[in-house]
Structure formats: structure tokens, C-alpha cells
């Protein structure tokens, strides 16, 4: 290995702007969120493999001398992540038991793990290691967690392997790569995503990768270069919900009411254009209240629209209600049919308003966190970069 031990981290993803309009070729609007997933990566002397993932309470080692009969005869070079091995995601389902529908989180975090594991090193011998990660963000609540991990592993078993080379110079900062490093650190993390989901658009793996804002239109993904870093309530109303069917269900209203659904699916859109161009202005002049102002005004139309379309709920409702009260504004993110919700803190909004609404929504049931939006994409750490609490949590059992 030529990289012995790492720590890497990468941001979750909130959609600001654009939800299910995008779908029918219209621009949404993704941003990094500031809570992140956290992989550290140690060379060990084991003769096994080993993932610990404490926040689904999974721990799984193998012996190399069983892994090393999975490994195809010839195997992936770094720079081809373009495609999955169909042959080698087989065996591997066979070995972590999927084969028959067997979908839940543990059993694709592990067959993600692997397959970039033995597509990185199966040419030669296979390293003894051991993975640990942990993430600040729920899983399920469409926030990205799976993406951010995929682009922890992508990252760290890239770096490890020498494909590409570790950037971290001071501990005490954190480090990125260049480009060129990154847009393959994002190739591989989308075959993670691929092996989790299926068939993803790739935005999640795009925004922890680069972090920031991204445009996503028409299949094309655009980081954005500068935003500014926006101060947000995130909410997860815990409400369960189906993106298959409620995608679902606006293609059937757009279908049966074309001449009503398909102008708002246009606003939609101009609000995410607006939005773009309101946030590009916040990195080149001074920021003004009516920046805010029209950030707000665009919050709430936009959540109109999306109840319009059918993807709001009463869990929704609840929210946008208890943080108007105090004098703040929301809308969903994501699919909506609950998930999770987005609220605008004002660079002036007090410490006590925000205490307030956290506490309030905090009684209706709801998870509640205070964080950013727009910070940096997949980096490498060194421990003083890192809260202690952080890696207390990556000491692996």
C-alpha cells in the first residue's frame, strides 16, 4: 500500500431548488451540506479485511485468502470506473448474500465496499486493512449519506492504492485534490452509488465530491465556483416515504393536467435560475438584507409549488408552520412525502430564535440540526483537523 493510513471525509447534499422539476428537463440546484460522513482507512497486519459502521451498529472482517478467490482475472484499472464488472458485482453478491433481494443498508454498504476494494488492488496482492466510518447524517432521509460514503471509499482505497496521490501537507488543515484527482474519485464513487441504487442521477456523488452547489440539467452536472456559505436549519420530520412514487405521482398529474402542471414545472424552474443568480451575486458584491429577502420570497413559493405538484405532507406543513411563527422560512428537499426540510437562518437571526424553533420542532417529533449549506467537497484530514468526539467514533472494535 502506498498510503498507510487516512482520514477522509465528505459532505451530505440537500436539494435547494428544483425538486421532481428536474426529472422533465428542468434545473434543480444541489448543495453540500456541513454535516458530514467520516472514513479513516489503516493498514493492519491481520491477514483480514475489516469495515466497522457504528452508526448501523455492522462489523465484518474476511480472511484476504477468501476475498482472493473473487477477484477476476483481470481487473479494473483506476481510470476505468466508466463500468461495473458485471462478473465481479456476481460473485460479490453471491459472497455478501444479496442475490435474493436482500437490499438492506448493511448489505450494500458492504458490496460497495469490495468491489472498489478488490477493483483497486485484485491485480496484486490484496493489503490487509481496516476501514472504519462514521456519519453526522441519518441514512434514508435523502440527504446523500450513501453518496458521501461511496466518495469516503472512493477517495481513501484511491489514495491507499496509489492511484492517486495524498494531498494532506499540514495535519492541522485540511487538504483537497486537483481536479483531475477528483473527477476520478467521483467515477469510482458513482459505481458505489450504481451497486447502492441502481441507477442514480450522480448529482449525490457530484456534490461530495466538489461540495459547493452544483446545476444539474438534462443528465449534465455543473459546479457552480464560488457560493456563499448560508446558515440553514435542517429538519428531518422522520415521516417514510417512496421517491419511486412520488416521482410517480407528478408524472401522472403532469399527464392528466398538462396545461396546469407544465407551467408550474417552468416556475419551478425560473425559481432555481433566480436563485443561481441571487446567490452569484452574494459572492461579488456585498450582501444586503434583500438578498435574504428574495432567498425568502423564493423559499415559499417554491414550497407552494411543490405541494401544487402533490410531493408536500402535513409533517411539511408542521414544519414551515412552527419556524413562520418565529419568523423564518422553509420548504422540503428532496422528494418530499415528509423526508427532511430546509430553514433560512439570517446572518442577524438570534441564538435565542433559533434555540426556540429547534425546541419546537424538536416537539412535534421531528430531528432538528443547525448546520450550513455550500461548504467543501471530499477532503483528506489529518487528526488535528478533527474534532475529538469525531474520533472517538472512528477508533474501530
Keep these: 500500500m502506498h498510503v498507510r493510513h487516512c482520514i477522509i471525509s465528505a459532505p451530505g447534499k440537500a436539494i435547494l431548488h428544483g425538486e421532481h422539476a428536474v426529472v422533465h428537463g428542468k434545473v434543480a440546484l444541489a448543495v453540500s451540506l456541513n454535516l458530514r460522513t467520516y472514513l ?51 460473485r460479490l453478491q453471491e459472497f455478501v448474500g444479496v442475490t435474493n433481494g436482500n437490499l438492506d443498508t448493511r448489505s450494500m454498504a458492504t458490496l460497495a465496499f469490495l468491489y472498489i476494494y478488490l477493483s483497486l488492488f485484485g491485480s496484486g496482492e ?8 462514521w456519519s453526522e447524517l441519518p441514512t434514508g432521509a ?10 469516503c471509499l472512493a477517495a481513501a482505497l484511491l489514495t491507499a492504492s496509489g492511484a492517486i496521490p495524498a494531498p494532506l501537507r499540514d ?60 446558515r440553514i436549519l435542517l429538519t428531518n420530520t ?13 408524472k401522472d398529474k403532469l399527464n392528466k393536467f398538462p396545461s396546469i402542471i407544465n407551467p408550474v414545472l417552468d416556475s419551478v ?21 434583500e438578498h435574504y429577502n428574495v432567498l425568502e420570497e423564493l423559499i415559499d413559493i417554491n414550497q407552494s409549488q411543490l405541494t401544487v405538484l402533490g410531493v408536500g405532507h402535513p409533517s411539511l406543513d408542521t414544519l414551515c ?15 418530499g412525502g415528509g423526508g427532511c426540510g430546509i430553514t433560512l437562518l439570517r446572518p442577524e437571526t438570534d441564538a435565542a430564535v433559533v434555540q426556540d424553533t429547534v425546541r419546537g420542532l424538536r416537539a412535534c417529533g421531528y430531528d432538528c440540526w443547525e448546520t450550513s449549506i455550500g461548504g467543501p467537497g471530499v477532503q483528506q484530514h489529518g487528526a488535528p483537523s478533527i474534532r475529538e468526539d469525531i474520533l472517538e467514533r472512528l477508533v474501530p472494535r
Design 40 to 90: 479513516e482507512l489503516k493498514a493492519t497486519s491481520t491477514g483480514k479485511v475489516s469495515i466497522d459502521l457504528p452508526n448501523i451498529d455492522t462489523f465484518i472482517s474476511w480472511d484476504l485468502s477468501d476475498l482472493q478467490l473473487l477477484v477476476s482475472q483481470s481487473s479494473a484499472k483506476p481510470d476505468e470506473a466508466q463500468r461495473l464488472d458485471p462478473e465481479l458485482l456476481r
Design 321 to 335: 408552520r412552527v419556524t413562520l411563527t418565529h419568523g423564518l422560512h422553509s420548504k422540503l428537499t428532496g422528494a
Design 238 to 250: 422522520k415521516v417514510p416515504r417512496s421517491t419511486k412514487l412520488l416521482v410517480a405521482g407528478v
Design 171 to 230: 495535519p492541522s488543515t485540511p487538504a483537497r485534490w486537483c481536479q483531475e484527482d477528483m473527477e476520478l474519485i467521483n467515477s469510482w464513487a458513482f459505481q458505489g452509488e450504481r451497486i447502492i441504487h441502481g441507477n442514480p442521477s450522480g448529482v449525490d456523488n457530484a456534490v461530495g465530491t466538489w461540495g459547493g452547489m452544483l446545476r444539474f440539467l438534462s443528465g449534465k452536472i455543473i459546479p457552480l465556483s464560488r457560493v456563499p456559505l448560508l
Design 269 to 289: 424552474d425560473a425559481i432555481s435560475c433566480t436563485c443561481e443568480k441571487t446567490l452569484a451575486e452574494m459572492t461579488s458584491e456585498p450582501i444586503t438584507g
Design 142 to 151: 435523502g440527504l446523500g449519506s450513501s453518496a458521501a460514503y461511496s466518495v
Design 126 to 133: 490484496l493489503p490487509s486493512l481496516s476501514v472504519c466510518v
